[in-house]
Nanobody
Framework: QVQLVESGGGLVQPGGSLRLSCAVS????????MRWYRQAPGKEREFVAI???????NYADSVKGRFTISRDSAKNTVYLQLNSLKPEDTAVYYC?????WGQGTPVTVSS
C-alpha cells in the first residue's frame, strides 16, 4: 500500500510562489505516475499536473507556464512549484498515486 503526505501550503499574495511537497511511502515500485489535483471551494476536484516514470510531464492549461511538477527519487518526494499565483489558484491541493490520495494541503492566494 502507498501512503501520501502533502505539505507546503499556506497564504501567499498574488504573484507569489509556493512549493508543495508530497512524501511517498509504502509500495513505491507499484507507482507509474504521480499527479497533483486541486479542489477550490464549491467546485469539483480538477487535474493540475502529472509526472510519468520517464520524467515526462503535462499540465492543465490553466497552470501551464506557471507551475512545475518534479520529483526527487532519492527522497521519495514529488514537488509542485507554484509561481505567479493568482487568486483563482486558491484551493486544497492533493497528491495522487494510482488510487491513493493524500490529505491535501491548502493554498490561499489573497492580498
Amino acid at each position: 500500500q502507498v501512503q501520501l503526505v502533502e505539505s507546503g501550503g499556506g497564504l501567499v499574495q498574488p504573484g507569489g510562489s509556493l512549493r508543495l511537497s508530497c512524501a511517498v511511502s509504502g509500495t513505491i515500485a507499484s507507482i507509474n505516475t504521480m499527479r497533483w489535483y486541486r479542489q477550490a471551494p464549491g467546485k469539483e476536484r480538477e487535474f493540475v499536473a502529472i509526472i510519468f516514470n520517464s520524467g515526462i510531464t503535462n499540465y492543465a492549461d490553466s497552470v501551464k507556464g506557471r507551475f512545475t511538477i518534479s520529483r526527487d527519487s532519492a527522497k521519495n518526494t514529488v514537488y509542485l512549484q507554484l509561481n505567479s499565483l493568482k487568486p483563482e489558484d486558491t484551493a486544497v491541493y492533493y497528491c495522487n498515486a494510482n488510487t491513493v490520495w493524500g490529505q491535501g494541503t491548502p493554498v490561499t492566494v489573497s492580498s
